[in-house]
């Protein structure tokens, strides 16, 4: 509103002016001044309707381009909490496999140990019945 009050008052200056010096202007130079406001009006027009259609893109509640930042920001956050909680679950996989290699390490130590003293006493048992 402000907007079209400033451009009725520039307007009102404008025609006040020309009014007054009329005399001192040729028609030519009248016809000249004409089209140019004209054109500036034009232009001004032209400016309004591309405004306009400047805020509809921004604005529209289904294809505004708010609509898609959020959406995009929306979008982001869930990838972002999606990849924390794979994160989390990986670490607690390498952790099972960490306690599951110290684990196979000492079932194999256990199993060193019962398989040499198995051979051990089986070789006693075998040579002690073979002195007998």
Not at 81 to 99: C, N, Q
Not at 101 to 127: P, R, S
């Amino acid at each position: 509103m402000e907007t079209n009050t400033l451009l009725e008052t520039i307007r009102a200056v404008i025609h006040e002016e020309l009014s007054r010096s009329k005399e001192n202007f040729s028609s030519q130079d009248l016809k000249v001044i004409q089209i140019g406001m004209n054109d500036l009006k034009n232009s001004q027009t032209e400016m309004k309707r591309e405004l306009s259609e400047i805020k509809r893109r921004l604005l529209d509640p289904e294809e505004g381009v708010i609509v898609k930042v959020n959406e995009n920001t929306r979008f982001r956050t869930e990838l972002e909490k999606k990849h924390d909680r794979e994160e989390i679950e990986y670490r607690k996989m390498m952790l099972e496999h960490t306690e599951m290699v110290k684990w196979k390490g000492g079932v194999n130590k256990a199993l060193w140990i019962f398989f040499t003293a198995l051979i051990g006493i089986l070789a006693k048992m075998f040579f002690l019945s073979e002195s007998n």
